[in-house]
């Protein structure tokens, strides 16, 4: 697949469609003019995405790189999972395509042929991840590499509490939290392959690098191994006590 043409000309048709569909489904948090500030914007915690600095976060593109339609269509209709962006899965095709056009119309990054790039190849997980006692071995070698390349940020047990969590910051200016990685729903996505994608491209905008160049796949399929084996289950939190640290 080729790479988005940032020459051709806008189709203001799918564009007026898009504004319509903007205006009905997502104003109240990304705001009029696309800044993030919507009124529902004040009380949420991540703040809504302004998209006038056209950074993404979620991306199958290289770092610093604008995403592909598909990422941003992969955002909108599964959602941010533990964020106020919800499933938009009611859309149509056509309203997905219009309300991606939309979005774009907001930032002169998407102008800049430099700024688009193809996503990149992702491999699928080793077959070890099939085997319950190769996925142990491995995780064990994950936990020391994830001491030593994540803690810091996401903290030894991987809750979201390293020693240097509290001074991140992202680009929109607000304090970049680490994610907790234990929780059984990611904004990411659950899967090796959706966490072996950040570990590729890294969340533009935020502290969170890619790490394409300091680790090898076979490192990042360690750390990947062990933050699957200290996932929380998913089930009934809500009213539940909070779950004690082993
Ligand atoms: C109730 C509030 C809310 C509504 C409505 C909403 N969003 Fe969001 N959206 C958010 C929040 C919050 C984030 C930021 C999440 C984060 O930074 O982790 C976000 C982030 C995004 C992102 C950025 C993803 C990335 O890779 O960084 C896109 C694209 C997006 N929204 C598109 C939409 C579209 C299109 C609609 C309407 C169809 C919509 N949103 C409606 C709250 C909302
Ligand atoms: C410099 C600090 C820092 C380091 C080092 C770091 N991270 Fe992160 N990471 C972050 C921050 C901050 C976020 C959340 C960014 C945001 O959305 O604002 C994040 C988000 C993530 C996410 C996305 C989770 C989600 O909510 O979807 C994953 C997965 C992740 N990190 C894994 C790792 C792994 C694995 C390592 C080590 C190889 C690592 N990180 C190293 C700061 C860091």
Not at 7 to 35: S, T, W
Not at 41 to 57: A, C, D, I, N, V
Not at 73 to 81: A, E, N, P, V
Request: glycine residues 8%.
């Amino acid at each position: 697949m080729m790479a988005a043409d940032p020459a051709a000309p806008l189709d203001f048709n799918l564009y007026m469609q898009g504004k319509y569909v903007y205006e009905r489904n997502c104003i109240v948090c990304h705001g009029l003019r696309g800044d993030g500030n919507g009124e529902m914007s004040p009380t949420l915690k991540p703040k809504p995405r302004s998209f006038r600095e056209g950074m993404f976060k979620f991306r199958t593109t290289p770092h610093g790189m604008l995403p592909t339609d598909d990422d941003l269509r992969r955002s909108i209709t599964r959602g941010l999972s533990g964020t106020a962006m919800g499933m938009f899965s009611h859309l149509s095709a056509e309203e997905l395509d219009a309300v991606i056009t939309y979005v774009k119309s907001f930032s002169r990054r998407w102008r800049k042929a430099e700024n688009h790039a193809l996503a990149v190849p992702l491999p699928s997980p080793p077959e070890w991840f099939k085997t319950s006692v190769d996925l142990k071995t491995h995780a064990q070698s994950g936990q020391n590499l994830f001491g030593l390349n994540c803690a810091a940020c996401h903290g030894e047990k991987a809750d979201g509490k390293g020693p240097a969590a509290m001074a991140l910051k992202d680009i929109w200016g607000v304090p970049a939290a680490p994610s907790d990685l234990r929780q059984p729903h990611l904004r990411c996505g659950d899967t090796p392959a959706d966490l072996f994608r950040i570990l590729a491209t890294g969340l533009n905008g935020t502290p969170m690098a890619s790490f394409d160049q300091t680790l090898t796949e076979a490192q990042r399929w360690d750390i990947i191994a062990h933050l699957m084996s200290i996932r929380l289950p998913s089930g009934p939190v809500l009213g539940a006590a909070a779950p004690t640290s082993p």
